[in-house]
């Protein structure tokens, strides 16, 4: 897979330096070896296409690479022979991840069934003994249903400003607005839909009022300067338990939930972690929610939970817990879109590792350096939507991500204090860092009439006025298509 990937990267390159179309290629082709090169070229291309095409039964044959009217073709020649290759493509990868166990893959007449290949790029690293001969599991499912439309309540993908789920706010110093109580939900109706009018984009008093609510959303709490004394002093090493030791709890009901909550609050700190999709969605979904403790791991169906998760808010925003994350900045944000949970008492330790100067700031390499354990990213691109999820690996590699971070928080908080010589400055910078993460808030994507300016910006060549309208329409045919289908624009 890195010799196909170099591969393409070195043709991407060598493409964009050669001549563009017009004066500067014709020029160039009158020479005759620059000339030959590209008839070669083209013609080698054009057999590689008509190939692929009789491969799949595909009608159609070009021969002549200087033929106007053939090259017209090619476009059309390529289609069916893409769609079929796609096809196949989902349905192999489905197939060799166990998500379509009983169908036998959907091939072009003619062809033979596909044999299962282990070579070196379909291995693991050969780190240990028992890694030998296990193969990658490629979990992508692009013919499961869709999550979100089994969700009670649907998700908002209207142009409005993003309304708080907040509705009830623990540990705060200032109440609840009251635009966010319960009783005020006829306010959230009133939201308009159609992104077309003027009204979509809300309306000043609407637009006011919500940004209005999402400052009073916990922002005086956070801003309040509530760290305590020992969380500057010298952290006292508790050394990770075994994950084979730890505990693991599954946590699918709205009972599981509330024993977690509880536990939660008997805590000093606990780390969190949040597995997200963002494919076949507007605005992305949060699928898992990993929660670890000194003694025992969580992990939280957020899908089935949806709803209910709000409930954590107890122990997320009790400034007394400290909650331990890496690279928090997304996490704050889908945390309050999908679940309406905001954080107190925020320790990111990827300022904590910058802050260190370490060679480099990934949870990845905070493990090997604090842990000496060398994590497996196997799964990272997972799709997590799938339920139940397909192995224990995907589960194995879900709370790995929480279970030393607690260790990691001890180790940085002692590095920082060391690096400063006994002084709390450097461990201060990173609490100050984290509060200010904490204070993110999260904002949808709202279409106005500048919208596509940002795509057309990336184009390489400047548009007339009747191009201009029709890339403007089209953008605004795939925004409000992606909003009504809840699909993504990628």
Known sequence: VQHVLGSVVKATRASMGMPSPGEELDFYQTFPAVRNVYENSAQRLLNGINKMSRYYGCRGHVTDSNSFHSLLYVPTLMLPTNTLTHTEQGTLLDEVSGVN????????????PPKTIVSSWNRRNQESASARGRTFHALQAKNIARPQLS?????????????????????????????????????????????????????????????????????HTLTYRHTHRCTLDGA??????????????????????????????????????????AERSFLGITCLM???????????????????????NEAFTNPKIVKVFHGADSDIEWLQ????????????????????????NSLAHLLMHYCSLSTDKQYQLADWRIRPLPTQDMLHYARADTHYLLYVYDRVRADLLTKALGRPNLLQL?????????????????????????????H???????????????????????RTEDESTG
């Open 101 to 112: 166990k009983n169908k036998a893959p959907v091939l072009p007449q003619g062809t033979l």
């Open 151 to 219: 969700f009670t309540q649907r998700v908002d993908n209207s142009n409005a400003p993003f309304f708080p789920k907040l509705r009830v706010k623990p540990n705060a110093l200032k109440p609840l607005p009251a635009g966010l109580h319960l009783q005020s939900n006829s306010f959230c109706q009133d939201l308009p839909n159609d992104i077309h009018t003027t009204k979509a984009f809300g309306t000043p008093t609407h637009t006011r009022h919500i940004t209005h609510t999402q400052e009073d959303v916990y922002v």
């Open 236 to 277: 006292i090493e508790q050394k990770f338990r075994p994950l084979e030791e730890t505990p693991l709890t599954l946590v699918t009901s709205l009972e599981e939930l509330a024993q977690v909550n509880e536990k939660l609050l008997q805590c000093k700190e606990f780390a969190v972690d949040l597995e997200v999709r």
């Open 290 to 312: 990993q929660i670890s403790t000194r003694e025992e791991d969580f992990i939280i169906d957020t899908l089935m939970l949806r709803n209910d998760l709000h409930i954590l």
């Open 337 to 360: 879109r999908d679940l309406g949970l905001y954080v107190v008492g925020l320790f990111d330790t990827h300022p904590a590792a910058r802050s260190l100067g370490l060679a480099r």
């Open 430 to 458: 990173v609490w100050d860092q984290s509060r200010t993460v904490a204070l993110k808030r999260y904002h949808k994507p709202v279409f106005t009439e500048d919208s596509y300016l940002e795509l057309l910006h990336k």
């Open 460 to 482: 390489k060549h400047p548009l007339d006025v009747q191009q201009s309208s029709a890339a403007w329409l089209l953008y605004a045919w795939r925004d409000r298509t992606a």
